[in-house]
């Protein structure tokens, strides 16, 4: 059973950082790509931004320069690291492993950027 959970959310001030982890179990991620989306009030769940086994990574436009998303094979985790955090970057934010044509996901981690 692949379970995904995430941590690291909270509340945090413009311009300020939080870090994002994601913890996997039931499956060694060392042969997927992950991904992180979110997913605001009111709105689709979005892209944040992927890693592939290799270490390729690419990112929503939005996020290109502030955020960096990286993996630990060894721990089975993904992270994303995220910086000079704005309003709209409030979300739930959510961990995604695709293996075998079927996405995962882990419950969610809040993140809110408000002074």
């Known amino acids: 059973q692949v379970q995904l959970v995430e941590s690291g959310g909270g509340l945090v001030q413009p311009g300020g950082s939080l870090r994002l982890s994601c913890v996997v179990s039931?499956?060694?991620?060392?042969?997927?790509?992950m991904a992180w989306y979110r997913q605001a009030p009111g709105k689709q769940r979005e892209l944040v931004a992927g890693?592939?086994?290799?270490?390729?990574?690419n990112y929503a436009d939005s996020m290109k320069g502030r955020f960096t998303i990286s993996r630990d094979n060894a721990k089975n985790t993904v992270y994303v690291e995220m910086k000079d955090l704005k309003s709209e970057d409030t979300a739930v934010y959510y961990c995604?492993?695709?293996?075998?044509?079927?996405?995962?996901w882990g419950q969610g981690t809040q993140v809110t950027v408000a002074s």
């Open positions: 039931g499956s060694p991620i060392l042969f997927y790509t």
């Open positions: 995604n492993l695709q293996k075998a044509g079927y996405d995962y």
């Open positions: 890693i592939t086994p290799s270490g390729r990574t």
